[in-house]
Nanobody, 114 residues
């Protein structure tokens, strides 16, 4: 079992930046994939970005060139640097990790005002 706790969300104006963090309760070395998903009101949860154990990254087209995912295995933390934020980025952002089983955090709210 691993608990994931997100932080760093908040209210920001369009064009601004936020950095989300996801702290794990134990080592993330064996997590094959970690990532961020988001869910806006009335919409399905969607993939934002993932990072493999080897460091390979993938991004949704909507955030490519604006968001950057990284992981610090020593600190047991996953990050999402979000730049040039747009109102359509407003959503509840969830941290995800998968080894044998998938794990989810409770989410952190990001609100981008126009």
């Amino acid at each position: 079992q691993v608990q994931l706790v997100e932080s760093g969300g908040g209210l920001v104006q369009a064009g601004g930046s936020l950095r989300l963090s996801c702290a794990a309760s134990r080592s993330i070395l064996n997590m094959n994939v970690m990532g961020w998903y988001r869910q806006a009101p009335g919409k399905q949860r969607e993939l934002v970005a993932t990072i493999s154990r080897g460091g390979s990254t993938k991004y949704a087209d909507s955030v490519k060139d604006r968001f950057s995912i990284s992981r610090n295995n020593a600190n047991k933390t996953l990050y999402l640097q979000m730049n040039s934020l747009k109102p359509e980025d407003t959503a509840l952002y969830y941290c995800y990790a998968e080894a044998t089983w998938p794990y989810w955090g409770q989410g952190t709210q990001v609100t981008v005002s126009s």
